[in-house]
């Protein structure tokens, strides 16, 4: 009985946050026509954008991501270094989270609602790479969240660094377009929370598609790059079980 109110409050809990995230940027829209140079109809196309990301992080990765400062601590890690596999693609995708696959289902729904509803034409490769681009956005999203977690190789704790990752990504749920100057190209390459949701859904509404979908590929092959080296070097510092 635990395990099933934990089972369906999970997916309780994720449906609030999604009707919040509507209401707010609805009661937003009360008062102002654009937002960030967007609509209340593109507006709706980011939120389920994010919603989405959101959905598949928790079933795929979140976990992973949990278990990732555990397996160092005890020593688990070794379990995964001896085996035929890449480590590091063992440790991303060894979880699966089936109490959030509900909440993707709803996420997908609400995101495929979205994009048929909205008015102006859409093109169905731009779907296509715009779908692609919302998997990378993913998987970017969580390659941030390993770097911040990473420095558990050296102090044994993720506290602080993390918590410093969970008080900044909150940025991927807000339209890079309220952004500029230093900031906006901060969340674009260092920081790159803009490059999840909002910069696939600005290569999706926009004309000029083009500049995002640069400005995507660059981020996440940096992003890429900078958690291998951070984690080879963390390997070499790794303490087994046995030490």
């Given amino acids: 009985m635990e395990f099933r109110f934990d089972f369906f409050f999970r997916f309780f809990m994720d449906v609030v946050f999604y009707i919040i995230q509507f209401l707010f940027f609805g009661v937003i829209y009360l ?3 654009l937002l960030g140079g967007w609509n209340q109809e593109q507006m709706t196309v980011f939120v389920a954008g994010f919603i989405f990301v959101d959905a598949l992080h928790m079933t795929l990765f979140a976990s992973n991501g949990w278990w990732f400062p555990i397996y160092i601590n005890r020593g688990d890690l070794d379990y995964h270094l001896t085996r ?3 480590t590091f693609f063992f440790i991303c995708f060894k979880e699966f989270a089936a109490n959030s696959f509900l909440n993707l289902i709803l996420a997908s729904s609400i995101l495929i609602y979205a994009l048929i509803s909205y008015s102006a034409p859409l093109s169905l490769i731009k ?5 692609l681009l919302l998997l990378n956005g993913t998987f970017l999203y969580f390659m941030v969240m390993i770097l911040f977690l990473i420095p558990v190789f050296w102090n044994g704790s993720p506290r602080g660094f993390i918590d410093v990752f969970f008080s900044a990504e909150k940025i991927y749920q807000r339209p890079d377009g309220i952004f500029h100057g230093l900031f906006k190209r901060f969340f674009i390459t260092i920081l790159p929370f803009s490059v999840v949701a909002s910069y696939p859904t600005r290569f999706l509404i926009d004309e000029n598609w083009a500049p995002p979908l640069i400005e995507i590929v660059i981020a996440s092959i940096f992003i890429y790059i900078l958690v291998m080296f951070f984690w080879k070097l963390g390997l070499k510092n790794y303490s087994s079980a046995s030490s």
């Fill in 84 to 86: 035929p596999v890449s």
């Fill in 127 to 131: 779907l296509f790479v715009y779908f």
């Fill in 31 to 33: 008062h102002t026509d």
